[in-house]
């Protein structure tokens, strides 16, 4: 079973930035996609930002400018700047490793809070 390892959440300011990172316990010479995902209170979870195996990015449209999704292929780890951070920002974080279409793992969340 593959564990994915998140760290970086936190309560910053309006304006502020956070990173977050997240790494799988197993590396692979070929992965699908990694990515972050955000689920708010009483919302649905969504979309942030996703990389796949060639580097290509996809931002929501709510992040895009702001967030800067990266990833570390020889450590496995996916990374997410979060900068001008918005109090709707507020959430927690869930990465997603997807090593094959058929291969989908989550991370336990982390949390990011954002104040007015």
């Not at 977050?20 to 919302?43: N, V």
């Not at 292929?73 to 507020?90: F, G, H, I, R």
Request: charged share 20%.
């Amino acid at each position: 079973q593959v564990q994915l390892v998140e760290s970086g959440g936190g309560l910053v300011h309006a304006g502020g930035s956070l990173r977050l990172s997240c790494a799988a316990s197993e590396t692979r010479p070929y992965i699908y996609d990694m990515g972050w995902y955000r689920q708010a209170p009483g919302k649905q979870r969504e979309l942030v930002a996703i990389i796949n195996n060639d580097g290509k990015t996809t931002y929501a449209s709510s992040v895009k400018g702001r967030f800067t999704i990266s990833r570390d292929n020889a450590e496995n780890t996916v990374y997410l700047q979060m900068n001008s951070l918005k109090p709707e920002d507020t959430a927690v974080y869930y990465c997603n490793y997807r090593p094959g279409l058929s291969m989908d793992y989550w991370g336990q969340g982390t949390q990011v809070t954002v104040s007015s």
